[in-house]
């Protein structure tokens, strides 16, 4: 067998004609009159693509998918004293933006399969203090956002989707985004819609919580009268040299989830029925396959296997957030003795193989051949 080498991220993001014309855009925006470098016109242009896109009403570039669910909460005024329910399983800013707007997180165990989190298991902690939900789209499957806004509806809690891997997911015929309040998209580079660069974006149905947002993302400023200081924001801006290439490129992004999409379906019905592997279900509504996940018995070794294969895997989430040293005392202070069996499960099972849109279909074939040869041994 001849060895091939598949990267996990691809070394090759930007090639060819994305390449040339990054170059192009650095030169003209680098050497234009106006020296505009953060939140200029290509900006404007750039959010008012993904509203028209998603039919949002109003869609505002920041500094990072980070900094947009930081807003998100800042907009919706949640602080010191509320609490805002997490999933348990998923990465780091779900919980830090919560405690760096001086809340808290509680965090809700997540489905064994899907793997994000459980409506069921986030209803259980709604309390008195209680705020909002923020469930979030994970790896390839997006989170029950219809029964999160019935339960967000019923008890009377602010919604925040966490929608930063799902930009191009519809979800029972609405955009992921567009289902909470509010929803964010990240594009650092290895997210599906990834650039050269640090950047995200808040999608709101609600033409205020847009209004505020705008503000906070700039120091408290209105955009109309510089240095007149609203309300304490932060720098979270949005640079002209990557809205011009994001832009650039917003018209292929439908066929490189496509493509994304297709590999996947491969995958999962190759995986179909392997003993000791558990692939993510089967289908495109509520998909966006930013990651393709599955879940293996023997996790370890099939990463082993796999790497002698010349693929490499990722694995995302080591630990569940409430086991995480930054976050266990926060968990630990507002729910004593809890477990998550399902984020440990997920922690301690989950893997993910190469999906991106540039893989070739001997490179896809040979990944699942690898895997179905470990399952199979
Ligand atoms: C990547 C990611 C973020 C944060 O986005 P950044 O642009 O890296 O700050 C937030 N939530 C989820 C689910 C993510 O995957």
Known sequence: MTRTEIPFFPPDLFTGEDRETFLRLLHEIG?????????????????????????????????????????????????????VVVPAFGCAPLAA??????????????DPVTLVVDPAEAERWVRPATRALMPAHMFSVTADMPRFAELAGRHG??????????????????????WGEAGVYSFVQVKSFGMPGEGGMVVTRDAEIGRRVRMLRNHGQDGVHRFLHHEIGVNSRFDEIQAAFQLHRLPSLAARLDRRAHIAAY?????????????????????????????????????????EAGVATHVYYPLPLP???????????????????HAERAAAHHVSLPVYPHLTDAQVEHIADAVCAFARR
Do not use: N
Not at 157 to 178: K, M, W
Not at 299 to 306: E, I, N, S, T
């Open 31 to 83: 050497t234009s009159p106006d020296q505009r470098f953060i939140l200029g016109s290509r900006t404007r242009r750039f959010e008012d693509a993904l509203k028209d896109a998603t039919g949002a009403a109003d869609a505002v570039a920041c500094g990072s998918g980070t900094g947009a669910l930081y807003l998100v909460l800042r907009a919706l005024g949640i602080g010191p004293g509320d609490e």
């Open 97 to 110: 933006a919560v405690l760096h707007t001086g809340a808290r997180p509680v965090f809700a165990d997540v």
């Open 157 to 178: 809690l602010r919604l925040v989707e966490d929608s930063a891997v799902a930009q191009g997911a519809v979800i029972a015929g609405r955009p992921a985004g567009l």
């Open 267 to 307: 995958y999962t019905e190759r995986f179909a029925g392997l003993p000791g592997i558990t692939p993510p279900p089967p289908g495109r509504d509520g998909r966006c396959f930013y990651v393709y996940t599955l879940l293996a018995h023997e996790r370890d070794a099939l990463r082993k296997h796999l790497a």
């Open 323 to 341: 086991g995480q040293r930054a976050f266990a005392p926060y968990a630990e202070a507002a729910q004593p003795g809890v477990r998550w069996p």
